[in-house]
């Protein structure tokens, strides 16, 4: 199959992509891993003008840790985060996330920030930035702007990034000593999820600090389910605790049945997995003894 | 548009249509039919190429993406004029039925070998999870990669004298 027909540009500065992006709009979309943007080509479900590939930019590839964040660059590959030292060292529930999207194939050439702006609500990367109350930078020649996870996701493939913005970075906030998780439900290798978790949990004095909850294919976008992060701040980690949390997370979901399952079975698969994953964060978190925080 | 890729270690340029997928530039313009279209839809693993060394689906890959880039197919694997330790072991080990899926099977173990040559069968199995086959039930498959480092493992410990390639 081949793609409509378009037209290419391949700059090789950012100023001069976002010059292209200024001219030519909601016609234009951006190629970086192509793993999602080609398939939409190729089964007609869009068909810009022009496409805009980043791939010969310098200096957007990068992991990076500054005192704040972890900075995740537009042309970091699933790949690199799989291998990162940062990502494994620090960062457990993308390292959790990371061996789990797609394939080993697809990964290879499939980038963060694409996914998260491609937005499929069954991506696997929202959920985690959800989770980890990450921002997101959009820039475009008027400037940059940050974005949080909780702002970014419309709906369906739907982003509040403007069509003259290009997504550069993702900043997960760092929090040394957090636990976290990613549980994937899949058919087998590659396939979407039929539902999946993101948790993470920081410890403070022997209770649950803090923890963000983010859901993958059960509604509209990659959810965060905020009622029951809610109810596991400052909350003693106990059984209770987790079934609560896991309870409320189920309600915050909204699946639809397809051939992947019903409605009633992805709800429950994100409980069962939002208690177990919050079991292996604070495990997690608990064995990691810092302050927390 | 006009690029220039490296395919088997030449250069071939050509004059291509940006919405050209790299696997239609190796099978239709440089006639390498053995790289396979499959599933069309970034499942199967049957297009697999080596770009820079890195297993990727060639039908999802756009041939201008390729410009300037260093890719590989199946029929790159012979080395001077022989069945490399892969291929070998795919024969030995009884690694293929119809052979649709083996050159991507080939190429995606290639990769991995490169950088592990001692997998195990986990690590085999994790490595070719992009690549589909419907009839062998991969514990051939499998075994001819694990069979194929063992061969080379062994080539590369062969005694002073004895040619190696590098």
């Not at chain 1, 939409?40 to 500054?66: C, H, M, S, T, Y």
């Not at chain 2, 994790?126 to 480092?149: D, E, M, Q």
Request: hydrophobic share 40%.
């Amino acid at each position: 199959m081949l793609p409509p027909p378009f037209d290419y540009l391949a700059p090789r500065t950012l100023d001069e992509a976002l010059d292209h992006l200024a001219e030519h709009g909601d016609e234009a979309k951006v190629l970086a891993g192509g793993q999602s943007l080609i398939p939409v080509l190729k089964l007609r479900f869009g068909a810009p003008q022009w496409l805009v590939d980043i791939n010969r930019i310098g200096g957007l590839g990068e992991i990076a840790e500054d005192a704040d964040h972890l900075r995740i660059g537009a042309l970091v590959r699933h790949r690199d985060a799989e291998r990162s030292r940062l990502l494994r060292e620090g960062y457990p529930t993308m390292a959790a996330a990371a061996p789990q999207v797609s394939d080993p194939l697809v990964r290879n050439l499939g980038t963060v920030c694409g996914s998260l702006a491609h937005a499929d609500p069954a991506g696997d990367w929202g959920a985690v930035m959800l989770a980890l109350d990450a921002e997101l930078v959009a820039r475009s020649r008027a400037g940059s702007r940050v974005i949080a996870a909780g702002d970014f996701f419309d709906g369906p493939f739907t982003t509040a990034l403007r069509p003259d913005e290009l997504l550069v970075e993702v900043r997960v906030p760092r929090r040394p000593g957090a636990g976290g998780a990613y549980l994937k439900l899949e058919r087998k290798v590659g396939d979407f999820a039929t539902a999946a978790v993101a948790v993470r949990v920081s410890m403070t004095d022997g209770r649950i600090g803090d923890a963000g909850i983010g859901l993958t294919a059960v509604g509209p976008s990659n959810l965060k389910a905020t009622e029951a992060e809610a109810a596991l701040a400052g909350a003693e980690p106990s059984d209770e605790a987790f079934r609560e949390a896991a309870e409320l997370a189920a309600r915050a979901a909204s699946p639809s049945a397809d051939t992947r399952g019903s409605a009633d079975y992805k709800r429950n698969v994100v409980r069962v997995f939002t208690e177990r994953g919050l079991r292996q964060s604070v495990a997690m978190a608990a064995a990691a003894g810092g302050p927390g925080g | 548009m006009q690029i220039t890729v490296k395919v088997n270690g030449t250069a071939h340029s050509a004059d291509v249509e940006p919405r050209l997928l790299l696997v239609h530039l190796l099978r239709e313009r440089l006639r390498l039919t053995g790289t396979h279209i499959g599933c069309d839809t970034t499942s199967c693993g049957a297009c697999t190429v080596l770009l820079d060394g890195v297993p990727i689906k060639s039908c999802t890959y756009l041939a201008v993406q390729a410009d300037g880039h260093d890719v590989q197919t199946v029929e790159g694997l012979l080395e001077n004029g022989q069945p490399s330790p892969i291929q070998a072991a795919f024969k030995e080990e009884h690694g293929l039925q119809c052979g649709f899926c083996t050159p991507g099977m080939m190429l995606a173990a290639k990769a991995l070998l490169a950088e592990n040559p001692d997998p195990s069968e986990e690590e085999v199995r994790w490595a070719l999870s992009g690549n589909l086959c419907r009839c062998t039930g991969y514990v051939n498959i499998v075994r001819a990669v694990r069979a194929a480092a063992a061969a080379t493992r062994d080539a590369e410990r062969a005694p002073v004298g004895q040619e190696v390639s590098a």
